[in-house]
């Protein structure tokens, strides 16, 4: 394992009006060119959260450069926005589309073969799920943990208008190619979004059986499961 280097950068959004505070993960051993894997994290959390620092370390050692954020209302971008979320939900969700936008401008140089893969838990998972779904520059999608429709989301009530731009279940679509492109992994014994979500998905996607992965325990975090799942994750990058 190399020593991890780390830039922070930001990300014009909201024509330049927002910038989203970010870090770009590698070593000295990643290639001048590699893929690129762009880490969302779960709601509440910043990009300096132990899930995804801990993630976007562990890619960065495989040899990819890697990418995380804070969301509107989160971590330092909220020095910007605020600390309310819910105010940009759906801004949160559609964002993704800047941030491959800036990879692929940007770090162009370090960009192997336009190669970026989305990976994410919780509501980064549902980010993954609509708009990382329908941007096909995105040629991977690792969505962890998600939900299907936030109408089933009891924290907060969420309106009608705004459910349907939040839930994967108004985005995703049936596909051949959906197999080659996404996996999803869920626990049985998370608390926060039940396990029959990984089914809805599943099924909405006509996705087979390796593309799918459960644990029987690991809760909303994968505790015990962590390195397991994210050698899923590689290899599934690595697949053609």
């Known amino acids: 394992m190399g020593d991890i280097v780390i830039e922070d950068v930001e990300i014009p959004v909201d024509n330049g009006k927002i910038n989203l505070i970010g870090s770009i993960y590698y070593t000295k051993e990643t290639p001048v060119k590699a893929p690129w894997v762009i880490t969302l994290a779960g709601l509440g959390y910043s990009r300096n959260g132990k899930f995804v620092r801990s993630f976007s370390e562990k890619f960065a050692n495989a040899n990819y450069y890697v990418l995380s954020y804070d969301y509107r209302g989160h971590g330092d971008t909220a020095k910007q926005t605020g600390k309310n979320w819910y105010k940009f939900i759906t801004e949160m969700y559609s964002d993704i589309h800047d941030a491959i936008t800036w990879v ?32 096909k520059r995105a040629k991977k999608l690792i969505a962890l943990v998600t939900r299907y429709d936030y109408a089933s989301y ?76 994210f050698n899923e994750a590689i290899r599934f990058l690595e697949r053609d």
């Not at 960009?111 to 998972?125: V, Y």
């Not at 992994?185 to 996607?205: G, S, T, V, W, Y």
């Open 104 to 135: 692929l401008e940007t770090q162009k140089e370090r960009l192997l073969d336009e190669k970026i893969a989305l990976f994410g838990r919780s509501i980064g998972g549902a980010i993954i799920l609509t708009h990382g779904f329908i941007d």
């Open 154 to 229: 009891t924290a907060l009530k969420f309106s009608d208008e705004k459910i349907k731009k939040v839930s994967p279940k108004y985005f995703l679509e049936k596909d051949p190619s959906n197999n080659d492109r996404i996996l999803i992994a869920h626990c049985k014994d998370d608390e926060r979004i039940p396990f029959h979500n990984l089914q809805l998905i599943k099924e909405k996607l006509d996705l087979s059986e390796k593309n799918v992965i459960a644990y029987e325990t690991g809760g909303h975090s994968f505790r015990g499961n962590r390195e397991n799942i």
